[in-house]
Nanobody, 127 residues
Framework: QVQLVESGGGLVQAGGSLRVSCAAS????????TGWFRQTPGKEREFVAA????????YYADSVKGRFTCPRENAKNSVFLLMNSLKPEDTAVYYC????????????????????WGQGTQVTVSS
């Protein structure tokens, strides 16, 4: 059974940094591309970042480009979302997601591409 567990969310002031982690189990992690999404009340889940299963390819939403990165450590079955220069508009519940990928350098940006999801972690940025 595939399981993704996020941790590391919290409250931070605008301009600050935060690291959110996602630990995966029940899968051969190196065969799964991963992504990060976020959601605020009343809005659809929004793509944030994606990384290929090899870690060699990444893609970011324009709203976070240059501020967020999403490295992964396949040996530790983990992926991270490193968030810098946080803004109040980054406040959301952040979800990690994973999907099996035959192609080592492919990444996925649509929520419908992903089969496994974490439970989400709240990130709140105060002004």
């Amino acid at each position: 059974q595939v399981q993704l567990v996020e941790s590391g969310g919290g409250l931070v002031q605008a301009g600050g940094s935060l690291r959110v982690s996602c630990a995966a189990s029940g899968l051969t992690f190196s065969m799964y591309a991963t992504g990060w999404f976020r959601q605020t009340p009343g809005k659809e889940r929004e793509f944030v970042a994606a990384i290929s299963r090899s870690g060699g390819s990444t893609y970011y939403a324009d709203s976070v480009k240059g501020r967020f990165t999403c490295p992964r450590e396949n040996a530790k079955n983990s992926v991270f979302l490193l968030m810098n220069s946080l803004k109040p508009e980054d406040t959301a519940v952040y979800y990690c997601a994973a999907t099996h990928s035959w192609l080592s350098e492919s990444y996925y940006t649509r929520a419908t591409d992903y089969r496994a999801w974490g439970q989400g972690t709240q990130v709140t940025v105060s002004s």
